[in-house]
Structure formats: C-alpha cells, structure tokens
C-alpha cells in the first residue's frame, strides 16, 4: 500500500490499509414496513378516559390542543362524551408573580393534598407568554420534582398556541377529560400579572393568590382586579429572616382587604402566611380552602358559580370561533393590512374601515 511511512526511510513497522468498519445502523430496519400509530376512535377514547388509562388522556388532551380541524372535531365529540363523567372535582387556580414560589408550593400543595384528602392531583397551566416564548413555562414536569412522579398525579403545560382566549378554553376543556379520567383535584396555574387571572377565575372554585412580602409598600403593585378575585391570599417564603415581614404584609393584605366590597359568595377572604419550601402552614392553607368548599356548598354559590362559568364559556367560545373565522377569511385576510393603513394615515375612521371590513365578511358569508 502507498503511505508515506512505508516509504524506505522509515523501514520497520508497514502501514496496511484499514478495514471497512460495518455500519452501526440495522440495515434491514430501512426496508421494514412503518407501524403508523393508529388513531382512536371516539369511543376507545371515551372508554380510556374513563377507565383512568392516563396514556389514553394525554393522547385526548394532544387532540384538544391540536389546530387541526379534523383533531378538533375528534376532540369535540369526546369532550361531549366525557361530560357526564366530568364535574366532581375541587378546582382551584393558583396564580402568582414569576419567582412567587407557585412550583415549589404547587409540588408541596400536590403532595399534602394527596396525602391528607386522597383522590387523584391533575395540575394544569394557562400560560399567556407561551405563545411568544414557543413554549411553556409553567406546568414545566420538571419544576415539580415529586409530584411529576407521584403515581395519583398528572402533570400538563400549558398549551401553546392562540390567543389568550383560546388557550384557557383548552385548558378548561382538558379539566373535563381530567375529571372524567377520575381526577378529584384539579389545579390550575397562571402567573399573576393580569388577564390570565380572568380566564382562570372563571374556571375554578377557588382562587388562590400567592403573594411575597416586599418593601412595605407591595400593595401597589398588585392589581385590584386580582386581589378581588381572590378567594384565598397566601404569603409565601415565611421563614427565617422573612417570617416578620411575612407577617406584617399579611396584615397589610388584610387592611387593604377590608376595603373591597364583599364577595357574591358571601366568604371572607383569608390571608395567611406559609412556607413552601420549608412545608410551614401548608396544612392551613388547605383547611383553608376545603373551609371554603363546604361553606360554598352548603350556601349553593358553589352550583351558582359553576352554572355562571358554563355560561361564561359558552359565550367565549362563541366570541372566539366568530374572531377566528373573521380574521382568517381569505377575503378579510387581503383587505386589512390596508384598511389598517389608511387608517393610521388618517383617510378613514375606524368606524368606517371596521364596518368596510365587517359588511365584506357578511356579503361573503351569503355567497
Ligand atoms: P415560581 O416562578 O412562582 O414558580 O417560583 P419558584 O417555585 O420557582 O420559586 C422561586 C424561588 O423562590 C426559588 O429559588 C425557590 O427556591 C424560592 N422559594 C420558593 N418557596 C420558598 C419558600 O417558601 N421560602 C423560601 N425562602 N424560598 C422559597
């Protein structure tokens, strides 16, 4: 073989060539027929669902969250199916500023709530920052160390794609499939910086806030609008050096409290103090909250406010799928970027393009 050290200046050892080394790869797996996984029905769906099978679940909820319209219509009909299984079940949203401790609490919460009230734990996530971030943050398996392993418990992100509107609609909607697979405690989770609040007030029973001690002057910067909502305020990271400031922002919380109206459910909103991270007070926070649910019950706001979040989402999904088919009529689609032009450059009043654009649609729609 020809090789530069078999030249006669090196004499001694020989250089042969080497041998072709077999590839790693099976080479028959190219030429074996491909297993496409194959679609469940409706009815193997539903009778999954049903049966707990958590596989079959996640299979419901992909199709949930799936755009595809012929997804979509799958996921109706189970949806509809599931119904009658579904409702019997603690819902409570739990929301707080990035940072507030909601995945640490949330794995201890799980965890106590397993364990003291039984049942089984479906935490689920409304994340209105997903859709720009291209992915989720909360509801991250990995931000719930335990409870992601905890055999009674099952863990989804929040999903990804629309609007605000149309991501706490899946949500709602994969808390009915969870319901009807038998899962007793549903937790809800958002960040607390503004509408998403709204979305997953209207879906749970209870709403609790967590909150941080600040600097004194931490009321400010909460939104009224979600205090308000608030059924439940928690003061996280009461430990160590922090129990004192803890302390005197709960009753800061409390003072503020006294000064909004009373709530349709006739509860006194409670603020207390806990820990996550050290498990102090979480077993409070939790006779707490199934305080509330007797109490709700036992006064029929708990029905009533069921019956108003069916109503509310009726209309949401009208108001949403009318959007949708607006904004993407091809017609519609081709007309607004100008109109939009003209009226910034002040050509057009809005009223004029809005109604321009709407009779398009309308005369479209006849066609
Ligand atoms: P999230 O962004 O609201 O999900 O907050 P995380 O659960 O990720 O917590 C944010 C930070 O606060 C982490 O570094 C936690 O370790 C810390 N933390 C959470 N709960 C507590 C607590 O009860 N006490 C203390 N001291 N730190 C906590």
Redesign the pocket.
């Given at each position: 073989m020809e090789h530069p050290e078999n030249s006669e200046a090196y004499k001694g050892l020989v250089v042969n060539a080497g041998i072709e080394q077999p590839s790693s790869v099976n080479p028959y797996l190219k030429n074996r027929p491909k297993r496409k996984k194959r679609e469940l029905s409706v009815a193997e769906f539903v009778e999954g669902i049903v049966k707990g099978n958590v596989t079959v679940l996640s299979q419901a909820v992909t199709l949930v969250e799936s755009v595809k319209p012929e997804h979509q219509v799958v996921a109706q009909e189970v949806i509809e199916k599931c119904l009658p299984y579904s409702g019997n079940s603690v819902r409570v949203g739990i929301s707080?500023?990035?940072?507030?401790?909601?995945?640490?609490?949330i794995d201890v919460f799980g965890l106590h709530v397993l364990e003291k009230y039984g049942g089984k734990l479906a935490v689920l996530a409304i994340d209105p920052s997903s859709e720009r971030s291209k992915g989720s943050i909360l509801g991250d398996k990995t931000?719930m160390e335990k409870l992601s392993v905890h055999p009674k418990s099952f863990i989804r992100p929040s999903p990804s794609a629309g609007s605000l509107g149309g991501v706490a609609r899946k949500t709602r909607e994969t808390i009915v499939l969870c319901e009807a697979a038998g899962f007793d405690k549903i937790f809800v989770e958002t960040v607390g910086v503004g509408q998403s609040e709204t979305a997953v007030h209207s879906m749970v029973d209870f709403f609790l806030l967590?909150q941080l001690a600040g600097t004194g002057d931490e009321l400010q910067g909460i939104k009224r609008g979600i205090m308000e909502m608030a059924d439940g305020i928690v003061i996280?990271?009461?430990?160590?050096d922090?129990l004192e400031r803890a302390k005197l922002a709960a009753t800061q919380f409390r003072n503020a409290l006294h000064l909004f109206p009373a709530p349709e459910s006739g509860w006194t909103p409670q603020v207390l103090t806990?820990?996550?991270?050290?498990n102090l007070g979480v077993k409070e926070v939790w006779e707490m909250v199934y305080r509330y649910i007797d109490f709700v019950k036992e006064n029929g706001y708990f029905e009533y406010r069921r019956n108003e979040q069916s109503k509310y989402w009726m209309y949401e999904s009208i108001n949403e799928q009318l959007r949708d088919s607006f904004y993407h009529n091809p017609q519609i689609e081709a007309m607004l970027a100008e109109k939009e032009r003209q009226v910034l450059q002040g050509n057009l009043t809005s009223f004029v393009a809005a109604k321009n654009l709407l009779d398009t649609y309308f005369a479209e729609l006849k066609h």
């Open positions: 707080g500023v990035p940072g507030a401790g909601k995945s640490t609490s931000r967590i996280n990271k009461a430990d160590g922090n806990y820990s996550g991270f050290y």
